[in-house]
C-alpha cells in the first residue's frame, strides 16, 4: 500500500507539471525566497468506513483530501490562471500511486475567493479520492 509521502510526491508531480514553467511544492518544500508565482499543495489521509463495515471498527477504507493553494504576486488574474491549470490536472484525474489505481478525484469546493494575502493573491480548493 502506498504511503502517504508517495501519495503526496505524486500530487506535486502532477502539479508540477500542470502549472509548468512554475513549480509546486510541499507546504515544507517551499523555497524560503518565495517564488513570485506558485502553488502549494498538502495530501492528507481521511479515515472512513463504508456503511456496511460500520460495525467492524477494524475495517477502513483508505482516501485521501488534497488541498491545493495558488499564490501569485502580479495580478488576481495570474492566481486565477494558476488554479485553471490545477483543476484540469485533478478534476476526475485517475491516480496511480506506487501500483495502486484509485478512483477519480472529486472537487470538494473552494475554501475561500483569490483574496490578498502577505503580498500575494492566494486562492484554494480541496479534491478527495
Not at 502549494?40 to 460500520?54: Q, R, Y
Not at 460495525?55 to 482516501?63: E, G, I, K, Q
Not at 490545477?86 to 489505481?101: D, I, N, P, S, Y
Request: charged share 20%; aromatic share 12%; hydrophobic share 40%.
Amino acid at each position: 500500500m502506498a504511503t502517504l509521502a508517495e501519495h503526496q510526491a505524486a500530487i506535486v508531480a502532477l502539479l508540477d507539471t500542470a502549472v509548468a514553467p512554475k513549480h509546486a511544492y510541499a507546504p515544507d518544500d517551499v523555497p524560503a525566497t518565495r517564488p513570485a508565482e506558485y502553488v502549494e499543495v498538502l495530501v492528507s489521509e481521511i479515515f472512513t468506513a463504508p456503511d456496511e463495515l460500520l460495525l467492524d471498527a477494524t475495517t477502513s477504507v483508505r482516501r485521501y483530501r488534497v488541498t491545493v493553494w495558488w499564490f501569485s504576486q502580479h495580478a488576481v488574474s495570474n492566481a486565477q490562471r494558476l488554479r485553471e491549470e490545477c483543476f484540469e490536472a485533478l478534476r476526475f484525474a485517475r491516480l496511480t500511486v506506487a501500483g495502486e489505481t484509485y478512483p477519480p478525484t472529486q472537487y470538494e469546493g473552494d475554501e475561500d475567493e483569490v483574496s490578498p494575502v502577505e503580498g500575494y493573491f492566494v486562492g484554494s480548493a480541496s479534491f478527495t479520492y
